[in-house]
């Protein structure tokens, strides 16, 4: 490995380690009962010996947060594009988009149960693609708006037409924010098809487990559903991190060099 990339992993992995050591050092000096804070040895034994169920239920949520979030970056970026080429269009859809961004979660959940199938996973997904929808719109409109004015103008000068100034400059310079703004909303579309699950619906995703263990006073078994959130949503970050550095490369050797 990569002495660099084995400088840049051991500080947060003795962290975490030394974390986890403190936490189940504290419940056991302590005698701290379960339903106040159990201890991590608890919440490995829960994770392991459920790990199919685990799994599944992961699954079921990382489908919808998937769904989500393709749903919700594919009309971040239509509407970003049509914005760019619209002024009107910019000066609605932001407002829109910043008042969308700041209703909560748990505010919109029981309103799309009423409106779908509770069912079915459609009001959980219409959920998560708003949400997404905001951190893609916003960053996608920046990349297509901040071009380098030199460049803007060589295109000019050479009698481009706004189709081919979309299609050579604006386009490829909006790629890098599609990635920051997506890196944000990936975890975002896990965190919220999580809490939508706790609305009703199909009992089978991460949210509907974790209230269900809560609430049979299986403190260990809920907490092991919460490490199976955070795995799901790391995974869904770094998917999205491998696929930026697939597509742009030279963003991550610029930041690397600039370090």
């Known amino acids: 490995m990569n002495p660099a990339r084995i400088h840049a992993v051991w500080p947060p992995l003795v962290f975490g380690v030394s974390f986890l050591l403190l936490w189940e050092l504290i419940v056991y000096v302590n005698e701290i009962k379960p339903y106040l804070l159990p201890a991590p040895s608890l919440i490995a034994t829960n994770f392991g010996t459920d ?12 489908t919808t947060a998937l769904m989500g979030l393709v749903i919700g970056s594919i ?3 239509l509407v970003a594009l049509l914005a760019q080429r619209l002024g009107i269009v910019r000066k609605l859809v932001t407002p829109l988009a910043l008042a969308l961004a700041t209703v909560p979660i748990i505010a919109l959940t029981p309103i799309l149960n009423n409106l779908f199938d509770i069912t079915t996973r459609t009001p959980r997904v219409v959920v998560t693609s708003i949400i997404v929808f905001f951190p893609v719109f916003v960053n996608v409109s920046r990349g297509l708006l901040n071009v380098a004015p030199v460049q803007l ?7 481009a037409t706004p189709r081919t100034v979309l299609r050579v400059l604006r386009v490829p310079n909006s790629v890098p924010f599609l990635f920051t703004g997506l890196k944000v909303a ?5 965190i919220a098809a999580l809490v ?7 009992q089978v995703g991460l ?3 974790i209230a269900s263990a809560a609430a049979n006073t299986a403190y260990g078994r809920a907490w ?29 050797r610029t930041a690397n060099t600039r370090g």
């Open 224 to 252: 092991a559903y919460v490490v199976a959130s955070i795995v799901t949503g790391l995974i869904f970050y770094f998917a999205v991190l491998a696929a930026e550095r697939a597509t742009v490369p030279w963003v991550g």
């Open 51 to 62: 790990l199919a169920l685990m799994f599944e239920t992961a699954s079921y949520t990382a």
């Open 207 to 209: 949210g509907s487990r």
């Open 186 to 190: 990936a975890p975002l579309a896990v």
């Open 196 to 202: 939508a699950e706790y609305f009703g619906g199909p």
């Open 153 to 159: 103008e060589l295109m000019r000068s050479l009698a």
């Open 75 to 77: 009309l971040g970026i």
